[in-house]
């Protein structure tokens, strides 16, 4: 399999009008893109239409070399953890995590067993019985994190997962994250507007760097 | 202790009512059917054969209010468009009219056009209950965070995909609960059915009217109230078991999103179908009434205020504005009791310890349709040695039971919401016990009060089922006089029953929305 890439070329995100000047980037496998901006300058909103939640105004969206601008958001393998967990309520941790192998078409079987696996890369192995309302915040990001993964995603976006979480939490999460992302080998972005936290997801795997918006 | 002694005992008068025209009917009832020879009215297969087919017409009119609900749920309650709330309160529009409304409104939109009663039936019962679909799944909607389907979608879920996993297995409690009110609703369906209905959408609430005023059969009467109670109980129960079954949480309700892309169009056509659907009867009513074969015509509005006077044929139908100052009458005297009821009501649901209990005991009403509530009433109180049908108090207290519920679930959350130290604040500025509680809850209650009292106005002005017992054959109430009108033939006595539709439509509506705008203000 070729290394995964995420390229952007000309991409002018926004609603209604342009939100920013046209992007050009390019997020090399193991590594991750820290984007770093005050409150409302579009972060988020460049993450949803790398995702194709939110459609591009212009330009293009390529993952792994293939334009996938038009493709819809299921069909992208973009997966995002976001600010709050958002775990599905109905759902115990473990098919939580199960989501994404089971819209591939893996067997119940196959996607639990997958879903133990990643379960395990975040620490959280014995708790994939229980109902999300029993997972402190942590938890349930290190599980959103885990179901990201396990959807064998193309590309991770991460849009400020760790804000709501206190400074020692924070700190082990970004280890986490920067592991998982050398670990499974894709590429990263991750929307932060703390600086400190952007040079720490740049610089700590290899080969990161900072957009400022 | 800053509460006043009388408190303790506010329960007392509630309690007192409920016994009175609740449970001494329906141990009336109960007696009648617990006789030697209730095995053979049992074994009749009359009343078994009404319940399956009142069972096959219910379920396909919950269905159908489903079918046509749920996208108005969605749309009414999550996105944020200019018209919003008036698109939302128009779906609700529906559920407040009365049910003779309702049925002349779709016999004047579609006539005989439709051939059989079952589809003009199941189509008027969705029409009634789309608001319960609307209300109910619409206030869990809310609460559930749309990012979830994008999460979903984001790990490769379709739109449809993400919506069947994510959002309607959240969903489901609510659409339980919805589905078990609408079905019980079609299910004790009377007025529709005696109006639309053909042999194929009998219900066991007809064939009791039909038992007790026709046949003289009352204890067969009565053993069809006591299937029909059974059936509504354990679907009851089963709702209340669906609800039970998903782990709370807190719920938190998110902001309106704008529409966006496609969603846009969804929208806008989802929001005209709510216009359409919800106007096209009532404006088709509104035609009937000012129309006549040989065009516009101001006849039926002159014979309704008693202008002129219409061929009485062999059917005695009473004077309609005799019977509109009857129904205002008994809608005065209901909204009195049931404010005083209810409102004692609530406060002892607060206040008492087993507030709780009290609660589920003002609810019961609720639960017992208005056939089996008027067949006892009329077993307890319509006959030597208590005979009050002369007294015409039969009608308003039958409304004022019906009303009760309402009044509490208006009035409890209002009074739940006041803060408890403002009569703390008014005690330790001197003020009497009694005085202190009245500083701090007083206002609202006050306000809550008038409210419920117009609520309980509104039910009583369109009650169709209990009044149907309960009504002196020369007494008769509006949506009575209604009813008796459409079983003659005729455009005249047609016209006249539209008009007089038109009438209880734009009271029922004013009391609503005068009620809707007092709740808010309080």
Same mark, same amino acid.
């Given at each position: ?10 991409l ?85 995590v ?35 309302d ?66 720490t ?13 | ?15 007192a009512?409920?016994?009175?025209f ?28 009404v ?5 096959a ?15 108005? *749920? ?19 529009v ?29 189509l ?8 319960v ?16 389907e ?6 490769g879920?379709?739109r449809?995909?993400?919506?069947r996993?994510?959002t ?11 589905a ?13 059915? $005696? ?8 219900? $066991? ?10 046949l ?17 109980g ?24 704008r ?20 106007l ?19 006849t ?41 009821v ?11 310890r ?5 609660a $589920? ?13 008027g067949?006892?009433t ?7 040695p ?9 009608v ?12 509490v ?10 803060d ?6 008014? *005690? ?11 500083t701090?809850y ?25 009044a149907?017992?309960?009504?002196r ?21 047609f ?26 203000r309080?």
């Amino acid at each position: 399999m070729n290394a995964r890439t995420l390229e952007c070329r000309d991409l002018v995100i926004g609603y209604q009008s342009r939100l920013h000047a046209p992007f050009t980037f390019t997020v090399a496998a193991g590594s991750v893109l820290a984007v770093v901006g005050p409150s409302g300058c579009g972060k988020s909103t460049l993450l949803s239409t790398i995702a194709g939640i939110t459609p591009t105004l212009g330009g293009h969206v390529l993952i792994d070399g293939i334009d996938v601008t038009r493709r819809p958001t299921h069909e992208r393998k973009v997966a995002m953890v976001f600010q709050e967990p958002l775990l599905f309520p109905t759902m115990t941790v473990r098919d939580n995590v199960a989501y994404g192998p089971r819209r591939s078409g893996m067997s119940k079987a196959d996607a639990r067993a997958k879903a133990d696996e990643l379960l395990d890369w975040v620490d959280l192995a014995d708790l994939g019985h229980r109902s999300i309302d029993q997972l402190s915040g942590g938890q349930a990001q290190r599980v959103s994190l885990a179901r990201a993964l396990a959807s064998d995603p193309a590309v991770l976006c991460l849009d400020e997962p760790f804000s709501a979480l206190d400074a020692p939490l924070r700190a082990r999460l970004t280890d986490d994250v920067l592991g998982v992302v050398q670990r499974a080998d894709i590429p990263a972005v991750h929307v932060t507007h703390d600086p400190q936290e952007a040079e720490t997801m740049a610089h700590g795997g290899t080969g990161g760097s900072i957009l400022s918006m | 202790m800053t509460a006043p002694g009388w408190l303790r005992w506010a329960w007392l008068a509630p309690a007192a009512f409920i016994v009175a025209f609740l449970l001494v009917p329906l141990i009336s009832l109960l007696a009648r059917v617990v006789t030697p020879g209730t095995l053979n009215y049992l074994v009749d297969p009359l009343p078994w054969r009404v319940a399956g087919l009142a069972t096959a017409q219910a379920l396909t009119s919950t269905a159908l209010a489903l079918i046509i609900g749920l996208p108005m *749920a969605n749309v009414l309650t999550r996105y944020r468009f200019p018209g919003r709330r008036w698109a939302l309160a128009l779906a609700t529009v529906p559920f407040v009219l009365p049910t003779v409304v309702v049925a002349l409104a779709f016999r004047a939109l579609l006539g005989s056009s439709l051939g059989s009663g079952f589809v003009i039936v199941i189509l008027a019962h969705a029409y009634l209950n789309m608001a319960v679909v609307v209300r109910v799944i619409g206030a869990r909607w809310s609460t559930i965070d749309a990012r979830l389907e994008v999460a979903a979608r984001t790990l490769g879920a379709t739109r449809w995909t993400a919506f069947r996993t994510v959002t309607l297995p959240a969903l489901g409690p609510s659409i339980a609960s919805a589905a078990a009110i609408v079905f019980v609703f079609s299910f004790t369906s009377l007025g529709i059915i $005696l109006l639309l209905g053909d042999s194929s959408t009998r219900t $066991l609430e007809a064939l009791v009217l039909r038992q007790t005023s026709i046949l003289l059969d009352f204890n067969g009467a009565a053993v069809s109230a006591a299937i029909q109670a059974v059936v509504v109980g354990a679907v009851l129960l089963w709702a209340a078991r669906q609800r039970n079954a998903v782990a709370g949480g807190a719920l938190r309700t998110f902001r309106l999103r704008r529409p966006t892309g496609s969603a846009r169009w969804a929208v806008a056509f989802i929001v005209a179908a709510t216009l359409v659907i919800v106007l096209a009867p009532v404006t088709s009513l509104v035609w009937a009434s000012i129309n006549s074969s040989t065009g516009l015509t101001s006849t039926w509005w002159a014979v309704l205020f008693g202008a002129e006077t219409i061929d009485a044929g062999s059917t005695r139908i009473g004077s309609p504005l005799a019977a509109m100052g009857r129904s205002l009458t008994y809608a005065v005297v209901t909204g009195l009791l049931a404010a005083v009821v209810g409102g004692l009501a609530a406060i002892s649901v607060l206040a008492h310890r087993l507030g709780r209990a009290f609660a $589920l005991a003002t609810a019961l009403p609720l639960g017992i349709s208005a056939a089996t509530l008027g067949l006892g009433t009329l077993l307890a109180y319509g006959r030597p040695p208590v005979d009050l049908r002369a007294t015409g108090l039969l009608v308003p207290m039958a409304h004022a039971l019906i009303a009760v519920p309402l009044v509490v679930a208006v009035a409890t959350p209002t009074l739940r919401s006041t803060d408890p130290r403002l009569v703390t604040v008014a *005690a330790t500025l001197g003020a009497r016990p009694s005085r202190a509680w009245w500083t701090g809850y007083g206002p609202t209650l006050r306000a809550v009060m008038i409210a419920a009292g117009g609520l309980a106005c509104a039910v009583s002005l369109g009650e169709f089922g209990a009044a149907s017992f309960l009504a002196r054959a020369d007494g008769p109430t509006v949506p009575l006089v209604i009813a008796r009108l459409l079983g003659r033939p005729g455009e005249a006595s047609f016209g006249v029953a539209a008009a007089m539709a038109v009438v209880l439509v734009i009271m029922t509506t004013t009391l609503v929305a005068a009620v809707d705008r007092g709740g808010r203000r309080a």
